[in-house]
């Protein structure tokens, strides 16, 4: 068994039922994490363990969400779609991808990925305002309807452009990291003074997969040809996007660039954003984060 590293305090919430939890569920990452990299008997190890991880992780919803109700947290509403959605749709699909893989070291590796950075901002964010630490960031929740039809909208595009079937990993993408990705950063504005700002992170793989197929060459670096046209498959994603939406002449592109995922996470964590979606493309993960802003008055 790996030593025990100590445990960070800027974790803790202040509860401390919550705080050994969360305590817990780092420890069994970091022990699967050992595990996965073990040549003999690993990934059988890995199986057990993330069947562990995920049942542990359903009773500590259960009892966080009963701590919320107890005092009465104006937030449990939507910190409870946040559970749901990690409980129903992000670990049913990494597990689908597992199994699939027969436990790759690469499926591994997402699962962990995925688990680790939710977590990770899930304590900072979503738990530490249970207690008042800080705000909570979910204004709103624009599940529903709508949410389907952006959902749609983008499955039917990547269909199209990447010629790949997608599965929902997240309604609630945090920002965790997912893998060597590829940030893009487009801006559009309207006539009516309103601004939208979309992130897609595409990972390496997916990208790499793209542009080799354009080319009718293997590539496996992301060099700035690669970047670049990757780019421009994520400007041609929100296109489609804004034909499927029937935005296509209401918006018109202001800006678009590739930024660091340092850069991306900074802008992420600092705003409240409308939509943050995160796909499983069978060949790599896809994340589509979107604001809406009124832009400033011209000053005169």
């Known amino acids: 068994m790996p030593k025990e590293t100590e445990w960070n305090k800027q974790f803790n919430i202040g509860v ?8 817990k569920l780092f420890s069994i990452v970091r022990r699967l994490t050992h595990l996965s990299r073990e040549e003999h008997n690993g990934h059988w190890a890995c199986a057990e363990g993330i069947k562990y991880f995920k049942n542990y992780a359903s009773e500590h ?11 009465g947290y104006k937030g449990y509403e939507m910190h409870k779609r946040l559970h749901d959605d990690m409980r129903y749709k992000t670990l049913p699909a990494l597990e689908k991808d597992l199994v699939e893989s027969n436990y790759s070291q690469e499926s591994i590796q997402h699962f962990l990925g995925i688990c680790l950075g939710w977590l990770t901002a899930h304590i900072l964010i979503e738990d530490r305002a249970i207690t ?7 204004i709103a929740d624009n599940a529903g309807a709508d949410m389907d039809a952006l959902e749609n909208a983008l499955a ?10 997608t599965e929902i990993v997240s309604e609630h993408y945090d920002g965790e990291d997912f893998g060597t990705s590829l940030f893009v950063q487009l801006t559009y504005s309207s006539v009516s003074q309103e601004r939208i700002q979309i992130f897609m992170i595409l990972e390496e793989s997916l990208v790499l997969r793209a542009v080799s197929a354009m080319l009718d060459i293997p590539l496996n670096t992301m060099d700035k040809l690669v970047m670049n046209a990757g780019k421009e498959l994520a ?18 592109l202001e800006k678009s660039h590739i930024m660091t995922g340092e850069q991306f996470r900074k802008i992420f964590y600092s705003h409240i954003f409308d939509y943050s979606l995160l796909f499983n493309t069978g060949h790599g ?16």
């Open 285 to 300: 993960y896809f994340a589509f984060c979107a604001r809406l802003t009124q832009m400033s008055p011209p000053s005169y």
């Open 132 to 138: 008042g630490r800080i705000a909570n960031r979910w």
């Open 16 to 23: 401390a039922s919550v705080d050994n939890a969360h305590r």
């Open 235 to 252: 400007l041609r994603i929100a296109d489609q996007l804004g034909a499927h939406r029937h935005l296509s002449s209401q918006y018109q």
């Open 61 to 71: 919803f259960a009892d966080e969400e009963s701590y919320m109700k107890s005092i």
């Open 156 to 165: 039917a595009t990547i269909q199209e452009i990447f010629r790949l079937q």
